[in-house]
């Protein structure tokens, strides 16, 4: 499985190709989509583009690329959308319209209250495990570790010449990982060597526009489509 992440933290800053609005983010998942992704994860954004939970923002993105494709669609939980753990649950609680998953990061107050709040509502929940955090260990304690859709595990090491070894190293850290199933993915510098270690162990991955700006040959990404393709010629 290859997921798209669409946009992730990026801003205007980065280019006018990372999408923002629903009609953006609907377009560029219909295309990555029709390159060979298999999921699309995305962070809604508000009008002046920042990261949001809320309905008001959640809701249309997740219309407009439901819309357009009939592949699985999840958002982000980070913390940085919503820095209170208890209004981070809220506005899960809140929700009209549900995505089908959602990330977790495991290394976040609240993050197992926040999940279980998912679960219960009948979303999946990825577990996001950074490298270099606590959230392993977290995650191994956890009681909803067996109830998880899947690990994600995020390698932050951005730096190409020790990306996998730092991401085989991340694999050992979360051992049997609750005999859930790993997605495995990089950033940056160390989006491609990761990538490529994920399809060895033939786990899935992820690529997009949030992770890296670039092809493999340092050329910059055109869409996040064409990342997708890039990533699938592995």
Do not use: K, Y
């Amino acid at each position: 499985m290859i997921q798209v992440c669409l946009n992730g933290r990026r801003s205007a800053v980065d280019g006018a190709r990372v999408p923002m609005s629903p009609e953006e983010l609907a377009r560029a998942a219909a295309e990555a989509v029709a390159a060979g992704a298999s999921s699309v994860h995305v962070h809604p954004r508000t009008p002046c583009g920042q990261d949001s939970l809320s309905p008001r923002v959640l809701t249309p993105a997740l219309e407009a690329i439901r819309a357009r494709v009939r592949v699985p669609v999840g958002v982000t939980t980070g913390a940085w959308a919503e820095p209170d753990p208890a209004a981070r649950r809220a506005r899960v609680r809140a929700w009209p319209v549900l995505p089908d998953f959602a990330s977790v990061n495991w290394h976040e107050d609240g993050a197992e209250e926040v999940a279980g709040e998912l679960v219960d509502r009948g979303v999946g929940v990825e577990a996001g495990i950074w490298s270099g955090t606590g959230g392993a260990r977290r995650f191994a304690l956890s009681r909803l570790g067996p109830r998880v859709l899947r690990v994600l595990a995020e390698v932050t090491d951005a730096d190409p010449a020790t990306a996998e070894a730092s991401a085989r190293a991340l694999l050992a850290e979360l051992d049997t990982a609750h005999g859930r199933p790993v997605l495995l993915h990089g950033e940056e510098g160390g989006t491609w060597p990761v990538l490529r270690l994920a399809r060895r162990l033939n786990l899935a991955t992820r690529v997009g526009l949030e992770d890296t700006l670039f092809l493999p040959d340092g050329r910059p990404a055109e869409s996040n489509a064409q990342l997708v393709t890039a990533a699938l010629s592995r």
